[in-house]
């Protein structure tokens, strides 16, 4: 099986023992480098080439975001986790901005890390839950705001999203299922289901979590 390769960027000393401790108790992870500091973690990267980089949005002399961008300007294919303990929206609607690939929150459980690592990896966006509302929540707002103003016809064909698909969108994220979503919105599950459909197809994004990302990304939310 191969391993996964990744760099922890992280200014917290106990917290990157912790984290690289726990990551290297696992098979399908191979931690090769670590830093406390960003320009040390942007040399690690540029040297080691890692699958993904876990990084800090906090850190000493080049914060996460800033990371982020400079990494993203050059032809190194290694993705970016942030990892961070600020769920602010101006934080995580820069980081994205940025670049980043996923978002996760510290205090988030291992197994949900580790996933957020290996689909990172496999080039998906992983989002934590509560990251994830923050993110459609600005979509929401701006999208409303375009459907009502001339400025909408500007945007690409197929990325304007109805009010409706906005506010089923924003139910997947908290968790609800098909049938919840119906109830709560007052129609069928099979509308749902269009809805759903709808929305993928629109963003381009293959599941529920990359359609947040495509929203942003695509123009449809913007700083």
């Not at 760099?7 to 690289?20: G, N, Y």
């Not at 996760?104 to 990172?120: F, G, P, Q, S, V």
């Not at 924003?170 to 007052?186: F, H, M, R, W």
Request: a negative charge.
């Amino acid at each position: 099986m191969n391993h996964i390769r990744v760099v922890l960027i992280e200014d917290c000393d106990l917290t990157r023992m912790a984290l690289k401790t726990a990551l290297r108790e696992r098979s399908e992870v191979d931690c090769i480098g670590e830093a406390a500091t960003g320009k040390e973690g942007l040399q690690s990267i540029r040297k080691l080439v890692p699958d993904v980089a876990i990084v800090d949005i906090g850190l000493p002399d080049l914060d996460g975001i800033a990371l982020t961008r400079q990494l993203k300007s050059t032809p190194i294919a290694t993705k970016v986790l942030i990892l961070t303990l600020q769920d602010r929206e101006e934080a995580v609607m820069a980081a994205f901005a940025a670049g980043a690939d996923s978002y996760c929150m510290k205090d988030t459980k291992l197994e949900w890390l580790l996933d957020a690592i290996a689909t990172t990896h496999q080039g998906n966006a992983w989002i934590d839950p509560a990251i994830a509302r923050i993110v459609l929540s600005r979509a929401r707002h701006d999208n409303l705001a375009r459907e009502n103003s001339p400025t909408n016809a500007n945007l690409p064909e197929g990325y304007s999203l109805t009010e409706r698909e906005l506010e089923v969108l924003q139910l997947i994220v908290e968790g609800y299922s098909n049938a919840d979503i119906a109830k709560a919105l007052y129609i069928t599950v099979g509308t749902v289901k269009t809805h759903v459909r709808n929305i993928l197809n629109k963003l381009c994004a293959n599941d529920r979590t990359q359609a947040a990302v495509q929203a942003l990304r695509s123009g449809i939310v913007k700083l």
